[in-house]
DNA sequence: TACATATTCAAACGATTGTTTTAAATTCGC
DNA sequence: GCGAATTTAAAACAATCGTTTGAATATGTA
């Protein structure tokens, strides 16, 4: 009966005795990643993984108890990944807030587009968040959250409102968003910009337009809430 | 032998001959728009289709040849859809480059987040963005491109730069971005967000907001460019 | 060595997928 | 109204999915 012994041998593991050759295991989670981080969850197949890590169809039951034990544990080892602690080094970096704000975009660009893969973390990150599975919430909750606060840290220093303000949330909503844009519409803009080659130089400048495109608004918006100005902002909205 | 007459079935109907009820075809589209819209090509099945549009499992065969048939049957008629007329209607009106702009943001963003369902047709694209078939290249020569060069003709005048430099190209897409964030990350954001709720009012503000913030870029930047040239036509407006 | 456990293996299972088949029902020109 | 074409219906097909089985092998311990 050693069916779905996974759990069991993580205890048995835990309880301090000696193991067998984790070869396969970990074979199979780095396996895992890359046709997870390529094909999201769903298409994705148990027998193409298995294949490349050159294990049986069985050993993903018999180490990770199901499909979803293994996707799950393949997130959890991407969350301490570390592309992310990039992010959060150039986040808590010691320098002024506009150059943070401009390292965090191109770690986090760079973590896309930079051909020194594999760094299939963040694409499962990009799969989850445009089709989300049980682990989302582990996801949000240990990679996304603690990220989005500390970035609304930063430009909250520099708009000088509070970190929680909607404009705060939109202004961080729209560095994303720019960022993100290179990650989910990377078909798109091959077709759309075919002469396009992303060269590191290119990927650089495309960073620093992303960071100047940015900080034009939030200075602005900084130093009108700052000193207490007149907002000239403010259009005739309705 | 009645085997795939689709094909054969369109030729007879341009024969001009009457054709007899087109409302299974017709459910069939509607149905899988719905469901294509919601779960993707891949995950929707013909049979949950079949069941929605109240058909047999072997119409969409016979109407459509086969589930692709029948996609890029959808796709199709996605394209001539109301809302990217909207976003043209926008592009094109006789108004400032600014509030085009703004009127733009604002027609994509309602297209998105609009209780007024069903206008699945965006979504569809969202996901032929995210997961590209093989209707993409359709997708991106009837329905993006126009709409991206449109874009990049109002963002050129308002910097002073040719349409297709590349400053003007990164500004698109930072504007692009800031609104696919809202279609992409929509699971996150209500998880990194909770007591928002996304109201008319508030995507009102949303949508102000990304104006607001790719002007403050595009206005400082094309007073640098135009220097020759009116700063800004905004000023001649109203 | 001998025993118990951990791990791997080939094969098959049940469920679901898109697709096809075969026949009945409907529609339309004549 | 009749015969041919079109359209719908129920059932089964073949392929693939994740999962399970039961035995064979490797490993560690007394």
Redesign the interface.
Known sequence: MPKQRATKRRTAKGSGLPIASDRTRSRLLEAAGEMFAEL?F??ATVRQICDRAGANIASVNYHFGDKTGLYTEVVRQSMRAARFDAVRAALDQHASSEEILRAVVKARLESLWGQDLPDWHFRILIHE????TLA??QV?AEA??PV?ARLREVISKMLGLPADH??T???A??I???????A??R???T???PEMKMTASQLD??AN??A???L??IR??GAEHGKGKLPS?A?K?R
Chains 1, 2 share one sequence.
């Not at 968040?129 to 989300?132: F, L």
């Not at 994303?176 to 290179?182: A, P």
């Open positions: 999201g769903h298409h968040i445009s089709k989300p989302m919430n949000v996304i959250q989005y909607e404009k949330r939109l202004c909503h729209s994303i968003g720019q960022i993100m844009f290179y989910f519409a078909p798109v803009i077709r759309l910009w400048r495309i337009h992303i100047d495109f940015s034009a608004y602005t918006a902002e259009r909205r």
